[in-house]
Nanobody
Framework: VQLQASGGGLVQRGGSLRLSCRAS????????IGWFRQAPGKEREGLSC????????YYADSVKGRFTFSRDDAKNTVYLQMNSLEPEDTARYYC?????????????????????WGKGTQVTVSS
């Protein structure tokens, strides 16, 4: 199981970025996929996840309305469109999957229960 995130970079406040996460070793539409982030000195924060069963999504309050999670089954890739970025969004962003925990508040809340983590991609938002 491998998850390769890309698309991070430096953007100004109010700007947008689209992160990609390509899965290998499994079909990502068979398991929930999520995005977490971690800023220096802070705990991991669950942002969003997408259900394997019906493609429904769940968002943390901190990103609801600004971030959009989507999935392209043909490319075995998921995307996180991030708009209206703020300096507080600066962090390393990780895509993750877990073979047992469904996409839900729990998926985002209990990062220690997530089995598979990609290496992440850095997002820096300047003021």
């Amino acid at each position: 199981v491998q998850l390769q995130a890309s698309g991070g970079g430096l953007v100004q406040r109010g700007g947008s970025l689209r992160l990609s996460c390509r899965a290998s070793g499994f079909n990502l539409n068979h398991f929930p996929i999520g995005w977490f982030r971690q800023a220096p000195g802070k705990e991991r924060e669950g942002l969003s996840c997408i259900s394997s069963s019906d493609g429904s999504t769940y968002y943390a309050d901190s990103v609801k309305g600004r971030f959009t999670f989507s999935r392209d089954d043909a490319k075995n890739t998921v995307y996180l469109q991030m708009n209206s970025l703020e300096p507080e969004d600066t962090a390393r962003y990780y895509c993750v999957t877990d073979f047992e925990t469904p996409c839900s508040r729990s998926f985002l809340q209990y990062s220690y229960a997530i089995d598979y983590w990609g290496k992440g991609t850095q997002v820096t938002v300047s003021s």
